[in-house]
């Protein structure tokens, strides 16, 4: 017998508002953007950053920035909700993060990235995580820059996920230790 789930309408889902979302207390995580392209990327990252209360998403380089119509397409709203800043560079962005004392991984394959599923997330730490370009991905200058690189690891036969996809898998790991 299966048991019926009533699907909830979005009144419902006792959702806070902008205002209510801007007080709430974020995660000590940062996105940063590096040369995306798609208006769609940039708007499917900001509304993830939103479910999962990142602090604030850095735009980099020739990232597109809000408003947009395209961005808000795909965002509903969340330019509005989540903080968002503008560097001419990615490298201008990492800098200012680790002066700012926080652990910046690039979400990127390397020869030493570490695998998602087998890092330790500390609570303690203020983290960033740069996502790269849809082609090219993240900058060898970028992650030159960052403390390391963190990789999802992937059984078939593709080598990458799309950047917003990415993004999600990512936020959430770092959001269920962060969120304490």
């Keep these: 017998m299966a048991i019926k789930n009533k699907k909830l309408k979005l009144e419902e889902l006792d959702r806070v508002n902008v205002d209510q979302f801007k007080q709430l207390k974020k995660i000590e995580l940062i996105i940063v953007l590096d040369n995306i392209r798609s208006h769609h990327n940039v708007g499917s ?5 939103d479910a999962f209360k990142v602090s604030k998403i850095l ?6 920035c809000p408003p947009h119509r395209d961005i808000h397409k795909t965002a509903l709203g969340a330019t509005d909700s989540v903080d968002w800043t503008y560097f001419k560079s990615t490298t201008e962005a990492v ?8 652990v910046v991984y690039a979400i990127e394959q390397t020869e030493n990235s570490l695998k998602l599923d087998q890092l330790n997330i500390n609570s303690a730490e203020k983290y960033a995580l740069v996502f790269g370009n849809e082609v090219g991905g993240v900058d060898q200058e970028v992650i030159d820059l960052c403390n390391g690189s963190i990789e999802i690891p992937q059984y078939g036969t593709k080598h990458s996920l799309n950047i917003s996809v990415c993004a999600g898998i990512v936020m959430w790991d770092f959001f269920k230790p962060l969120n304490k």
């Excluded at 990252?45 to 950053?49: E, G, K, M």
């Excluded at 735009?59 to 597109?64: D, M, W």
């Design 59 to 64: 735009l980099c380089g020739y990232t597109p």
């Design 95 to 102: 800098e200012w993060l680790k002066n700012e004392n926080y």
């Design 45 to 49: 990252v900001f509304r993830t950053a």
